[in-house]
């Protein structure tokens, strides 16, 4: 059942948190993508994170990031920064009581998220699963503008412009085949240009925080898609001290995913 946690600047973030076996208790909290949403997740998901903690006992949390789906937010790009991002997670986290470690996934924009959370309060994070890293440091001023220029067409023309400029981005070969057509943005038309403008503004922590990070790190990746970059995910797996990488370069290895997320959720070797 949806609930919603208010936020100190008044926005209230929707959220779910589904029981796991008897006997472990801490959740897994997982941060979606860019322009997505727990019931955009239902319908295209990266992961199936339900049958993933069905299988490893913990209790699933999932939310709709500022702005996305059934969550509020306001028309200021500052809002939509990674900190600020990260700073939610760790506020819905209080509010639910969580002041002990737990397990963190996040696809994109939520694969930052997470890590921005874990540098700010490394204490509350036992195990990550970083699912396709975005643009960072060296790609990041590209990607940040073609934000902007989406922030501009979509105030110009409307939302069916900046979805069939999505459906007409880069992907993966084998996913773009299977995925289907892009679903339209889980955001308000009004709220569009900020979320935009803010996501521009922003990149991940710096490369010397995310190294003093420990915790034991899964990044799943693939090839072939300049919004999700080879090169940040290998980087990640090169700065951060217990990561490991799983690189997908089809769909048989996209379909692995699910498995390798539980397997090392669970502490299972790989």
């Known amino acids: 059942m949806g609930?919603?946690?208010?936020?100190?600047d008044g926005v209230r973030l929707a959220y779910e948190l589904?029981?796991?076996?008897?006997?472990?208790?801490?959740p897994l909290v997982y941060a979606h993508g860019l322009f997505g949403s727990?019931?955009?997740?239902?319908?295209?998901?990266?992961v199936d994170w339900h049958a993933v903690t069905r299988r490893t006992g913990h209790r699933l949390l999932r939310y709709d990031a500022?702005?996305?789906?059934?969550s509020t937010g306001?028309?200021?790009p500052a809002d939509y920064t990674y900190p600020v991002l990260a700073a939610d997670l760790l506020a819905l986290l209080d509010r639910l009581g969580a002041t002990g470690p737990v397990a963190a996934a996040g696809a994109s924009m939520g694969c930052a998220t997470v890590l921005t959370a874990a540098v700010r309060a490394p204490e509350r994070f036992s195990r990550l699963v970083l699912l396709i890293p975005p643009t960072a440091w060296d790609t990041r001023p590209e990607q940040a503008t073609a934000y902007r220029r989406l922030a501009a067409l979509t105030e110009r023309h409307g939302v069916p412009a900046l979805t069939a400029a999505l459906a007409a981005g880069p992907a993966p070969a084998w996913r773009r085949d299977a995925a289907g057509p892009a679903p339209a943005?889980?955001?308000v038309p009004p709220l569009l240009p900020a979320v935009l403008r803010g996501v521009a503004a922003t990149d991940l922590p710096a490369p010397a925080d995310l190294a003093a990070l420990t915790q034991p790190t899964l990044i799943l990746a693939w090839d072939d898609d300049p919004g999700h970059p080879r090169a940040t995910a290998e980087r990640l797996a090169a700065l951060l001290p217990a990561a490991e990488l799983h690189l997908a370069r089809d769909a048989?290895?996209?379909?692995?995913?699910?498995?390798r997320a539980a397997r090392f959720l669970a502490g299972?070797?790989?």
């Open 18 to 26: 589904t029981e796991g076996r008897t006997g472990r208790r801490e």
């Open 268 to 270: 299972d070797p790989a």
């Open 66 to 70: 500022r702005a996305h789906g059934e």
């Open 3 to 8: 609930r919603e946690a208010v936020l100190p």
């Open 74 to 76: 306001r028309p200021d």
């Open 185 to 187: 943005p889980s955001i």
């Open 252 to 259: 048989a290895a996209f379909a692995t995913w699910g498995d």
């Open 38 to 46: 727990r019931a955009a997740d239902d319908e295209s998901q990266l």
